[in-house]
C-alpha cells in the first residue's frame, strides 16, 4: 500500500513538473490565441504549425540553427579540452602554488558574467578585431571554472594506485590523460557537455553585442529579436512567443534524453587489483 501511495505522489509530482512543457507545446500549435486554462486541451481542428512557419519566414531557422550549433559546439569542445587538463593539472600534478591557482579559479565563479561584459567587449572586438565571427563568440566561454572545478574533484576520486603503475611504466602525463583518467571519468564528461550546452545555447546578449549580421547570429539572439518585434505583429502572438521557446528548448531536451541513462558513477576503483 505504501508503494501504491509512492508511486501516486511521484506520477502527480511528474504531471506538476511536466504540464508547462506540455502547455507550452499545445500553445505553440494553436491557430487561434487561448491563454485560459481551457486552452491545455484544445479541439484538433485550433492545431496547426502556422506558428512555427512564421518564425521560419522571419528569422530562418535552419540558418539560426547551424549558428547555434557552431557556436555551442566550439565552447563545448574548449571547455572539455581545457577543462580536462587543468583539472588534471589541479588534482594529480604536484607544483608550487597549485592551491593558490584553485583558490582563485574558486573565485572567478562569484564574479557574475554581466561585470565582464564591456571589458570583454573590448578586448574581443577592439582588441583582437573579432567581431562578426563565431570565434569572437566562442573564445569568452571556451574556459569554463565550473567545468574545471568537476573535473577536478572526479580526478581526485582516481585511485593513486593507477598513476603511479602508469609511471613505472614509462608512461607520459599527456599518455596517463588520455588513457588511464578519461575513460573512468565519463560521466563527468557527459554532465560537463550537457551543463556546458545550456549556456551557450540560451545565450543571446554576447553573441548580439558581438554581431549584428542576421545570418551570423545564434537560434537564441534570432528568437529574442522575432518575440520582442515580430511576434506582436503576427496573427496569433501568444502562439508565436510559445512556438519559440519550444524551438529553443526541443534541442536541450533531446540531448538530455539521449544522455539521461548515462548519467551514473563510473566504479573507481574497477582499474585496481584486490
Known sequence: MRQTWRFIGLLLGAFVFLFPFYYMLVGSLQESPDSSVGGAFPSPGNLTLHNYQEINKAISLGRSLVNSGIFTGGVILGTLVFG?????????????????????MLLVQVVPFQLLTIPLYVLIVRSYGLADSYLGMILPFAINSTAVFVFRQYFLQLPQELFDAARIDGARE???????????????????????????????????????QQDMQPLAVSLSNYITTVSARAANPFGAVLAGACVLAAPAVALFLVFQRRFISSSLESGVKG
Open 84 to 104: 580536462v587538463l587543468a583539472g588534471y593539472a589541479l588534482a594529480r600534478l604536484q607544483f608550487r602554488g597549485r592551491s593558490t591557482v584553485f583558490n582563485l
Open 174 to 212: 599527456l599518455d596517463i590523460l588520455w588513457r588511464v583518467a578519461v575513460p573512468l571519468v565519463k560521466p563527468a564528461l557527459l554532465t560537463g557537455v550537457l551543463l556546458t550546452f545550456i549556456g551557450p545555447w540560451n545565450e543571446f546578449l554576447w553573441p548580439f553585442l558581438i554581431t549584428k
